[in-house]
Every structure is written in C-alpha cells, then in structure tokens.
Nanobody
C-alpha cells in the first residue's frame, strides 16, 4: 500500500552533516505521519523523529534535539532528516516509517507504524 525508500546515508566525520531522504509512493494520501528510527548493531531500534503530513507537527528524541531536523515536502511525498553535529554514537542504520492511523498512539514506538523502508547506513567516524 505504501512503499518507502531511504537514501542519503554514508560515511561522515564527527561534527559533520548528512541529509537523509525518504521517498514515499503508493497510497501515501492515506498516511498520517512519518517517522525516522535508527538501529545500531546489537541494539534495539530507537525513535529519532516524527512529523505529521497535515500541519507538520514534529517531535524528537532527546538524544538528537538541537542537532537533527525532520521536514517534509508534501508535493514530492518525501520526508527528510537533516543531521548536523554528528557524533560517532549516531552510527546506525536509519529507517523511515509510515503510520496510517490518526488515533491516539505513542509516536516513539515502532509498533505505531505500519510500513518501513529498507534502511540506509550512516557511519560517523571519530
């Protein structure tokens, strides 16, 4: 129903910047919000940021506040994650996710999202 493709990952030195993109296709008009999650080897997938398509309300994990910015281009059905002041601990596979429902939910919970992209690797060297 919804397909998500992440891009923009790569290798960057600590203190550098990277911008990730998530291109959505399919029945994107039925989705309510988009989220970015990340997962490092041996660790749980963790919430990074989320944005609502309508109105553009955003929420961030404490670990990335002030450094990362989530945004959307509704006309292009694309969500971005601008990552500045990157740290080695930001190294992970970053995943884009789509939530379809508009009811009450915990936006930081992976189970709140219905579709996931394949992920893109972000590596921050020290």
């Amino acid at each position: 129903q919804v397909q998500l493709v992440e891009s923009g990952g790569g290798l960057v030195q600590a203190g550098g910047s990277l911008r990730l993109s998530c291109a959505a296709s399919g029945r994107t008009f039925s989705s309510y919000a988009m989220g970015w999650f990340r997962q490092a080897p041996g660790k749980e997938r963790e919430f990074v940021a989320t944005i609502k398509w309508s109105g553009g309300a955003t929420y961030y994990a404490d670990s990335v506040k002030g450094r990362f910015t989530i945004s959307s281009n509704n006309a292009k059905n694309t969500v971005y994650l601008q990552m500045n002041s990157l740290k080695p601990e930001d190294t992970a596979v970053y995943y884009c996710a789509a939530r379809m429902g508009s009811g009450s939910y915990y936006y930081s919970n992976t189970y709140a999202y219905d579709y996931w992209g394949q992920g893109t690797q972000v590596t921050v060297s020290s």
